[in-house]
């Protein structure tokens, strides 16, 4: 791993860079004036730029000091993330559950009772949202999601239940020439063209289905 000894100048930049300021910097960490602008003069010369433009007695920062910020700024976020899951009691931390809206409505909710029964130690926190997920970054545990996209090989996942997906018509159009009516389509879920055939000699719901299927 290459060598970081500057990274405990770090905390003194976000700070200044937050601020843009070194005495509200300093005054948040306790430490004087001189010494901030010490540490970030150290920081600059291990760097070989300048990160802070200082005119009339103010500071701003230079390109190289927004990028550096973002940098500190989601780092520090991480940290300070991490350390308050650390140190929450494992008892009293939720689980996270990500789940798409249609799903929860019509599977997950009608479940939740009976899980509650079982697990009535593990808090449960519902996040509805749908598609790709970050789990290092967006704090959920498990996300209940369609088959209809790829999976990260690293999950763990299993399927929970099959859903039928298939087209409808109202029973006196299916005798009057579907093949003139206009077809709805998706770009996330496709309907396949085995499902139109169908539909056109049916008077209801088409009783073939997509074969997706939710995963969590």
Known sequence: MPSMHWLGWIRF???AARHQNFARAADELHLTHGAISRQIRQLEAELGVSLFERRNRAVFLTEAGRTL???ATQSMDLLAAAVERIRKPAANTALV???EPTIAMRWLIPRLAR?????PDIPLHLMAAGGAIDFARSGVDVALRRNDSP???RWHTREVTPERVGPVCRPDL???GLDAMPWLHTR???MPGSAGRVARGMCSLAARTSGTSTFI
């Open 174 to 176: 299916a005798d009057h």
């Open 115 to 119: 899980f509650s029964a079982r697990h």
């Open 97 to 99: 559950l990500s789940c």
């Open 151 to 153: 999976f990260d090989t």
């Open 13 to 15: 930049f976000e700070a």
């Open 188 to 190: 996330t879920r496709p």
């Open 69 to 71: 910020q973002s940098a």
